[in-house]
């Protein structure tokens, strides 16, 4: 009986720290530490990400850059369309798991992350690495060493170590929203845009469903031509959906 209570009050208390200190909303920059191929992956499979730099929260809060994503392949198919559905439900946070729902806004190849950090012209390249000027995936540009993010003239955000903070905007002709449950908030984007929406560098994958509806958490990469083959290194924006957290958490593994 004590048992089953103590069991019942750590779910209770977890899923109430998920929802008051992970708001709806937030965005979660992770790069993945797993491949998704349509001819290997199994349903069922294991899938891990780790968060790319420190995401702000409430109250001073923070979600470190190195926690983990826990997420799992729902569905494989390998003909035409080859397709790939996967679910990320878990935050391991110091040793706690976090039930979460996600969705997923934007999807980047390992070639556009890598880009993305790394000067576009020669003279930055001879620079400290704190000084560079980069470009972020989605267009806007990173102005290190005392410069903003900025989309043409306009200042979206601030450069800090492994990433940028900005105010996520929608982008005109695509399903993307701009910052949702009412706040207007610095969040943390990585290599990302604040408006970067879809899949990047990629010849042939689309994302298909989003997970933002019905199924709501469950996201299906698609490519008409060949196999989906998302390597480990890729990078995601995953936005977790405060409305539906869910599942049971337990103790660190």
């Known amino acids: 009986m004590k048992r089953t209570l103590w069991i019942g009050l750590l779910v209770c208390t977890t899923q109430l720290w998920a929802q008051s200190v992970?708001?709806?909303g937030t965005i979660l920059p992770v790069r993945l530490n797993s491949s998704l191929n349509s001819r290997k992956v199994k349903a069922g499979q294991v899938i891990t990400a780790r968060v790319a730099q420190d995401v702000p929260l409430s109250a001073g809060a923070k979600i470190h850059a190195g926690a983990k994503v826990i997420g799992h392949v729902i569905d494989v198919r390998s003909g035409k369309p080859a397709r790939v559905s996967i679910r990320f439900d878990t935050l391991l946070i110091s040793g706690r798991r976090i039930p979460v729902t996600t969705n997923l806004r934007a999807l980047a190849s390992t070639m556009a992350v890598e880009e993305a950090q790394v000067p576009q012209t020669g003279p930055d390249r001879g620079t400290p690495e704190n000084a560079w000027n980069t470009e972020q995936i989605g267009g806007e540009v990173v102005y290190r060493g005392g410069g903003p993010v900025a989309a043409g003239l306009r200042t979206v955000g601030e450069p800090v170590p492994n990433g940028v903070l900005v105010h996520v905007s929608g982008k005109p002709g695509t399903e993307c929203q701009g910052e949702i449950e009412g706040s207007d908030r610095l969040q943390a984007l990585w290599v990302f845009s604040s408006d970067a929406c879809g899949a990047y560098g990629f010849a042939d994958l689309a994302i298909t469903h989003a997970g933002r509806s019905t199924p709501v958490g469950e996201v299906t990469l698609e490519s008409e031509h060949g196999?989906?083959?998302?390597?480990?290194?890729?990078?995601?924006?995953?936005r977790v959906d405060g409305k539906t957290l869910t599942g049971s958490a337990q103790g660190a593994s």
Do not use: D, F, H, K
């Not at 196999?227 to 995953?238: C, D, E, F, H, I």
């Open 22 to 24: 992970i708001p709806g």
């Open 227 to 238: 196999s989906v083959n998302v390597r480990a290194g890729s990078g995601m924006l995953l």
